[in-house]
């Protein structure tokens, strides 16, 4: 660990911290129909696809239409995705020829995309073509983080409103989160991405000469070697940049490389990697504030930023020094850090980020459920690949995705305020609503469904020897993780993976892919549920017997509830996957 | 219900229209007119011809050259279109890992006595594209490159040191040289043969 890595940590914090104050006051202007210094550029737009699509601005939903145009919304929009992945070969932007997609990836890959997970099965430099990246993939990228803030919006306005039948207008709220938040951020982004070297262009694949031509000896599965002699590079080509800024700034994840943010045309510099950092919490930070805000408690919005930050601050020390400290197993490597090397445990990450950035980089990804990477999970010590996992099971609410790390944390906050209650023998309260045995259950049913999914598709796999264990690349107790990790990862709409672990197979993408839309619809609808039943409510004023939700008790105790929801959960799966390999490899055990 | 499948649907095409195509095509445009270079790749040419990415890193294995990282991607490592990704994506305990790991320490230290070998020298990227190694990895080698090319160890010292950048802004990243340039600018300078 470095001075210099610190800094830059802090640093990234504290930009973080002071963006959550103008990005919050942005987003309550915009959903609340304000006035904003974009609306003379973007009104007529908006009015123009009202009229388009027929959708009436000034009328309210109640929670269950709200619901239904969201699940109808995702349904189309999914089917249009798996059409064009099938098609990709008759339609243009094609350069590479590259044929159509296999039904059950071309499935994963629906499903994935449209629940913010970007969890992927496939190699998209020789799978995907241009447009079935941009109309497809990056399209998905922008509509299913407008869904996460659209959601997250109509749950605040569930607890600020008061004894109202209705919680807003889907479509409204859907494309006001397009135009007004994401649409002109990442046009400004894109831009500057693309400085710094991140490609964009729709030209075919370059091939260039190598200075060094190499001659490889390869024995195949026949027993047979061959020698051939390489000369030359294929390097891919593609509209990256654009892609890349709605796949930081929606916490999407999803690489137009394999590669994904490691990849030198996706991250060219160390510029890129902190602009990428800052933009994966912008929203969700922006939106603890937009809910102080909106409810009239700002304190409150700084409090539950404050179980985020601590949160993040626990997990992003525990990464940068488990990595810092390099692998016990590797004998006659400096692993020191110095003026001339960041050093530590370098498998999986790039030179110019080092360890700190790649720690760091590791943490924000699976805090918010972005999982985007600049290095390999996989190869991470066992302690420091742990955390990414704890922090996807933790339920996305450290900042989280976009909108779903707000949605997702306000349930705990209700089950906090219920444990408080519990304690005291009063009926609970959240700012100012009553919260009765109705939110309690649709609480208890939203954080149930995560372990129940990742639990039971980790059991059945890592028993099945014929469809399960043989995705398994890394044996030992990292084969257990990297199962266990799979399911966390989709269930959570995170999309990072071990990624040596082969998913692209019949049983992994259907049941992943199950996964990510069960891990987003089935936890989302109890909170709708949530949103509908607050805004009925009648407004009790604070009285002595009252728990603040806005004091550092308050913080201390979500951040109780949110560890020990998941340790009690997931703490016997850790044990026996990257807890054991810590203690076997410290014991110099290989596998 | 009917009227928001309605909605689901012309949303769905209208957007698509506005967030698949028509902003991909704006950014498009914009950056082939203010960052052609950048926007396609940073291709080096040389005497009429594409030798390599300046972001894209290359195989060394001639003794003349600066070797870059260990590579997973592909036969030859380096390999952008590599179908499999470019990662090596092996865990800590990984016998496999561990093997690869020492076989190349065996060959370095033949090479250089005595010095301990910076730790990105033996280890794949998670790209496997990695076009950069650090300071130390340069030094390592310098002895035997200034050997092959018939150079002082100074003057290789001296190139080496042009080619190292420092952090962006002075804080950000991590210090590092470029493989291919550096390579490139040491052919222009002595060539190999």
Same mark, same amino acid.
């Given at each position: 660990?470095?001075?210099?890595?610190?800094?830059?940590?802090?640093?990234?914090?504290?930009?973080?911290?002071?963006?959550?104050?103008?990005?919050?006051?942005?987003?309550?202007?915009?959903?609340?129909?304000?006035?904003?210094?974009?609306?003379?550029?973007?009104?007529?737009?908006?009015?123009?696809?009202?009229?388009?699509?027929?959708?009436?601005?000034?009328?309210?939903?109640?929670?269950?239409?709200?619901?239904?145009?969201?699940?109808?919304?995702?349904?189309?929009?999914?089917?249009?995705?798996?059409?064009?992945?099938?098609?990709?070969?008759?339609?243009?932007?094609?350069?590479?020829?590259?044929?159509?997609?296999?039904?059950?990836?071309?499935?994963?890959?629906? %499903?994935?995309?449209?629940?913010?997970?970007?969890?992927? +099965?496939?190699?998209?430099?020789?799978?995907?073509?241009?447009?079935?990246?941009?109309?497809?993939?990056?399209?998905?990228?922008?509509?299913?983080?407008?869904?996460?803030?659209?959601?997250?919006?109509? @749950?605040?306005?569930?607890?600020?409103?008061?004894?109202?039948?209705?919680?807003?207008?889907?479509?409204?709220?859907?494309?006001?989160?397009?135009?007004?938040?994401?649409?002109?951020?990442?046009?400004?982004?894109?831009?500057?991405?693309? #400085?710094?070297?991140?490609?964009?262009?729709?030209?075919?694949?370059?091939?260039?000469?190598?200075?060094?031509?190499?001659?490889?000896?390869?024995?195949?599965?026949?027993?047979?070697?061959?020698?051939?002699?390489?000369?030359?590079?294929?390097?891919?080509?593609?509209?990256?940049?654009?892609?890349?800024?709605?796949? @930081?700034?929606?916490?999407?994840?999803?690489?137009?490389?394999?590669?994904?943010?490691?990849?030198?045309?996706?991250?060219?510099?160390?510029?890129?990697?902190?602009?990428?950092?800052?933009?994966?919490?912008?929203?969700?930070?922006?939106?603890?504030?937009?809910?102080?805000?909106?409810?009239?408690?700002?304190?409150?919005?700084? +409090?539950?930023?404050?179980?985020?930050?601590?949160?993040?601050? %626990?997990?992003?020390? #525990?990464?940068?020094?488990?990595?810092?400290?390099?692998?016990?197993?590797?004998?006659?490597?400096?692993?020191?850090?110095?003026?001339?090397?960041?050093?530590?445990?370098?498998?999986?990450?790039?030179?110019?980020?080092?360890?700190?950035?790649?720690?760091?980089?590791?943490?924000?990804?699976?805090?918010?459920?972005?999982?985007?990477?600049?290095?390999?999970?996989?190869?991470?010590?066992?302690?420091?690949?742990?955390?990414?996992? @704890?922090?996807?099971?933790?339920?996305?609410?450290?900042?989280?995705?976009?909108?779903?790390?707000?949605?997702?944390?306000?349930?705990?906050?209700?089950?906090?305020?219920?444990?408080?209650?519990?304690?005291?023998?009063?009926?609970?309260?959240?700012?100012?609503?009553?919260?009765?045995?109705?939110?309690?259950?649709?609480?208890?049913?939203?954080?149930?469904?995560?372990?129940?999914?990742?639990?039971?598709?980790?059991?059945?796999?890592?028993?099945?020897? #014929?469809?399960?264990?043989?995705?398994?690349?890394?044996?030992?107790?990292?084969?257990?993780?990297?199962?266990?990790?799979?399911?966390?990862?989709?269930?959570?709409?995170?999309?990072?993976?071990?990624?040596?672990?082969?998913?692209?197979?019949?049983?992994?993408?259907?049941?992943?892919?199950?996964?990510?839309?069960?891990?987003?619809?089935? %936890?989302?609808?109890?909170?709708? +549920?949530?949103?509908?039943?607050?805004?009925?409510?009648?407004?009790?004023?604070?009285?002595?017997?009252?728990?603040?939700?806005?004091?550092?008790?308050?913080?201390?105790?979500?951040?109780?509830?949110?560890?020990?929801?998941?340790?009690?959960?997931?703490?016997?799966?850790?044990?026996?996957?990257?807890?054991?390999?810590?203690?076997?490899?410290?014991?110099?055990?290989?596998? | 219900?009917?009227?928001?499948?309605?909605?689901?649907?012309?949303?769905?095409?209208?957007?698509?229209?506005?967030?698949? @195509?028509?902003?991909?095509?704006?950014?498009?445009?914009?950056?082939?007119?203010?960052?052609?270079?950048?926007?396609?790749?940073?291709?080096?040419?040389?005497?009429?011809?594409?030798?390599? #990415?300046?972001?894209?890193?290359?195989?060394?294995?001639?003794?003349?050259?600066?070797?870059?990282?260990?590579?997973?991607?592909?036969?030859?490592?380096?390999?952008?279109?590599?179908?499999?990704?470019?990662?090596?994506?092996?865990?800590?305990?990984?016998? %496999?890992?561990?093997?690869?790991?020492?076989?190349?320490?065996?060959?370095?230290?033949?090479?250089?006595?005595?010095?301990?070998?910076?730790?990105?020298?033996?280890?794949?990227?998670?790209?496997?594209?990695?076009?950069?190694?650090?300071?130390?990895?340069?030094?390592?080698?310098?002895?035997?490159?200034?050997?092959?090319?018939?150079?002082?160890?100074?003057?290789?010292?001296?190139?080496?040191?042009?080619?190292?950048?420092?952090?962006?802004?002075?804080?950000?990243?991590?210090?590092?040289?470029?493989?291919?340039?550096?390579?490139?600018?040491?052919?222009?300078?002595?060539?190999?043969?």
């Amino acid at each position: 660990m470095t001075a210099n890595g610190w800094l830059q940590i802090f640093l990234f914090l504290l930009v973080t911290f002071a963006l959550a104050k103008p990005a919050g006051l942005f987003m309550t202007r915009v959903f609340a129909r304000e006035k904003t210094f974009l609306d003379p550029l973007l009104r007529p737009f908006e009015r123009l696809l009202y009229k388009l699509t027929g959708v009436d601005e000034k009328r309210e939903m109640r929670w269950t239409e709200y619901a239904i145009a969201m699940l109808l919304f995702s349904g189309v929009s999914m089917t249009l995705l798996y059409v064009i992945e099938r098609v990709q070969q008759w339609l243009p932007w094609n350069p590479q020829k590259l044929a159509a997609v296999p039904t059950d990836l071309a499935f994963n890959t629906a %499903a994935s995309f449209t629940t913010n997970t970007n969890w992927q +099965a496939y190699t998209p430099e020789v799978t995907m073509s241009y447009f079935t990246q941009m109309a497809g993939l990056a399209y998905h990228n922008f509509t299913s983080a407008a869904v996460g803030i659209a959601m997250a919006v109509a @749950i605040i306005r569930g607890i600020a409103r008061r004894e109202q039948d209705t919680i807003g207008n889907f479509w409204v709220d859907l494309t006001r989160a397009i135009l007004w938040v994401l649409l002109p951020v990442c046009l400004v982004v894109a831009m500057i991405f693309v #400085s710094q070297g991140m490609i964009q262009n729709l030209r075919p694949y370059t091939t260039t000469q190598l200075l060094d031509a190499q001659t490889v000896t390869t024995t195949g599965t026949d027993g047979k070697t061959t020698t051939q002699v390489v000369k030359e590079q294929v390097i891919p080509q593609g509209p990256a940049a654009s892609q890349e800024a709605i796949k @930081i700034f929606g916490t999407n994840g999803g690489g137009f490389f394999y590669a994904n943010s490691s990849h030198p045309y996706e991250n060219p510099t160390p510029l890129t990697n902190f602009l990428q950092l800052v933009l994966i919490f912008a929203i969700p930070s922006g939106l603890t504030y937009t809910l102080g805000r909106m409810t009239g408690s700002q304190r409150h919005g700084w +409090a539950v930023w404050g179980a985020m930050a601590a949160l993040f601050l %626990a997990a992003v020390v #525990s990464v940068y020094s488990a990595e810092s400290r390099g692998n016990p197993l590797l004998h006659g490597v400096d692993q020191r850090a110095s003026g001339a090397q960041s050093g530590g445990n370098m498998e999986g990450k790039e030179v110019r980020f080092g360890i700190a950035n790649t720690a760091l980089y590791a943490t924000v990804t699976t805090d918010a459920s972005c999982g985007a990477v600049n290095g390999m999970h996989d190869s991470f010590t066992p302690l420091g690949g742990m955390i990414p996992l @704890i922090n996807i099971m933790l339920g996305e609410v450290v900042f989280g995705g976009v909108g779903s790390g707000l949605y997702g944390m306000i349930v705990f906050v209700i089950l906090s305020v219920f444990i408080a209650g519990l304690m005291v023998g009063r009926t609970p309260e959240y700012l100012g609503k009553k919260i009765e045995a109705y939110d309690v259950k649709m609480a208890m049913l939203s954080v149930l469904i995560f372990p129940l999914v990742i639990l039971t598709f980790t059991a059945i796999s890592v028993v099945e020897k #014929s469809f399960g264990t043989p995705s398994i690349s890394n044996p030992g107790p990292h084969g257990l993780s990297q199962i266990l990790y799979a399911y966390t990862s989709a269930t959570g709409n995170n999309g990072s993976a071990f990624g040596g672990f082969n998913g692209n197979t019949l049983w992994y993408n259907t049941t992943i892919g199950f996964a990510t839309l069960f891990g987003r619809f089935f %936890a989302v609808i109890p909170i709708l +549920a949530i949103a509908g039943s607050l805004a009925k409510k009648k407004y009790v004023p604070e009285s002595a017997g009252t728990f603040p939700v806005t004091t550092p008790l308050f913080t201390v105790l979500l951040v109780s509830v949110v560890l020990i929801v998941s340790a009690l959960t997931f703490f016997p799966a850790l044990s026996l996957g990257p807890i054991l390999e810590h203690l076997m490899m410290h014991a110099g055990k290989v596998f | 219900m009917k009227k928001n499948l309605l909605i689901s649907i012309s949303m769905t095409l209208a957007t698509t229209v506005l967030l698949g @195509i028509l902003y991909p095509l704006v950014v498009t445009l914009l950056a082939q007119w203010a960052f052609p270079r950048q926007a396609n790749g940073e291709i080096i040419h040389l005497g009429g011809k594409m030798v390599g #990415s300046s972001l894209i890193g290359q195989p060394f294995t001639s003794a003349g050259y600066f070797h870059s990282r260990p590579s997973a991607a592909g036969a030859a490592g380096y390999d952008p279109d590599a179908s499999s990704g470019g990662a090596s994506n092996l865990g800590p305990t990984n016998s %496999a890992l561990i093997t690869r790991v020492n076989g190349d320490v065996q060959r370095l230290q033949a090479e250089n006595p005595g010095a301990r070998i910076p730790v990105d020298l033996v280890t794949s990227s998670g790209s496997g594209l990695d076009p950069h190694v650090s300071p130390a990895a340069t030094e390592f080698q310098i002895a035997r490159v200034a050997r092959e090319r018939g150079m002082s160890e100074a003057d290789v010292r001296a190139l080496v040191a042009r080619h190292t950048e420092g952090r962006q802004w002075g804080f950000l990243g991590e210090p590092r040289v470029n493989v291919l340039e550096l390579n490139l600018e040491l052919d222009a300078v002595r060539p190999l043969h």
